[in-house]
């Protein structure tokens, strides 16, 4: 997944600060940097009280990035998460991360495909997910597992990509090649297929306007540090995420792609 292959970036961005390779780190020290979706901690304290994450509950995460949401939600709600990741690399530096914050007993890192099933069988009291089901087209599958994955009565959140108006063909070509979506439904389209896979109580808040306010400032801020970033990043990694940014950003602005926050429960 060439999207988010250079996980480099976070130490490259630690040791601007002055923090070596394998010197302790807190939560808080990388919370400006291993976050993968919008709105950082401020999206994860709000899927905590959203769906009652507490201190003893069991947490799956699904397409945990480098285990920023993870660690912070095991960090300020005291739960145990299990943070599931496709990309080796990115569970490696994950998992390297969380050791080095202490973690490793609240969070266990796990390299593998949601779609394989693995993590079936009930056990967890609760699923979140930020910003990963846009790279799963099969709906079906992937709900399936999810609700397998949770104990009866456990708790979905999902913050994920929804359609609200039809993209052209050269907005297609942008989705899939730029931001590798290669399927979007509509905002009641997603709410009937996890009704369909068996969820009920599902709520889906648009969020659209937020999202689009946020991708722009996001490349905005990326740009306005631009030689700071050659400097530290190097022209390719600089000009990678320009591109990715902005393509987020003009298709949230043209009104193609929509945000949702979604709950739900499996009865
Ligand atoms: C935008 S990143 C978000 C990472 C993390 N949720 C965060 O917010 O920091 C999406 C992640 O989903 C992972 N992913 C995509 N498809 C997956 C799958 N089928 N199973 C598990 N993880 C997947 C990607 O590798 C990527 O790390």
């Not at 919008?38 to 799956?60: K, P, W």
């Not at 994950?94 to 993590?119: E, F, I, K, P, Y």
């Not at 193609?256 to 499996?266: K, P, Y």
């Amino acid at each position: 997944m060439k999207l988010y292959n250079k996980v480099e970036r976070i130490l490259t961005e630690l040791h601007a600060l002055g923090i070596d390779d394998d010197a302790p780190l807190s939560v808080d020290d990388l919370t400006p940097f291993d976050q993968y979706h919008y709105y950082g901690t401020e999206a994860v304290d709000h899927a905590a009280a959203a769906i009652g994450i507490d201190a003893q509950a069991r947490v799956l995460e699904v397409g945990s990035g480098i285990g920023g949401p993870a660690r912070y939600l095991a960090s300020s709600t005291g739960c145990h998460v299990t943070a599931l990741e496709l990309q080796f690399d990115l569970n490696e530096t994950a998992m390297h991360l969380t050791q080095r914050c202490a973690l490793a007993d609240s969070v266990a890192h796990v390299c593998g495909d949601v779609l394989d099933g693995g993590q079936n069988g009930g056990q967890f009291d609760a699923l979140v997910s930020f910003l990963c089901f846009l790279h799963i087209p099969d709906r079906e599958a992937l709900f399936a597992r999810c609700f397998n994955a949770l104990k009866p009565g456990g708790r979905l959140y999902v913050e994920d990509f929804a359609k609200h108006t039809e993209p052209s063909a050269e907005e297609w070509v942008l989705l899939k090649d730029k931001i590798l979506c290669p399927y979007l439904p509509t905002p009641t389209g997603y709410e009937d297929q996890l009704r369909a896979a068996g969820f009920e109580d599902v709520v889906a808040e648009d969020v659209s306007a937020a999202w689009a306010s946020f991708t722009r400032e996001r490349h905005d801020a990326w740009n306005a540090r631009r030689e700071r970033n050659l400097d530290l990043h190097g022209a390719e990694i600089t000009d990678g995420m320009e591109d990715f940014y902005k393509t987020a950003a003009d298709l949230s602005a043209s009104g193609v792609l929509g945000g949702l926050r979604i709950c739900a429960r499996r009865p």
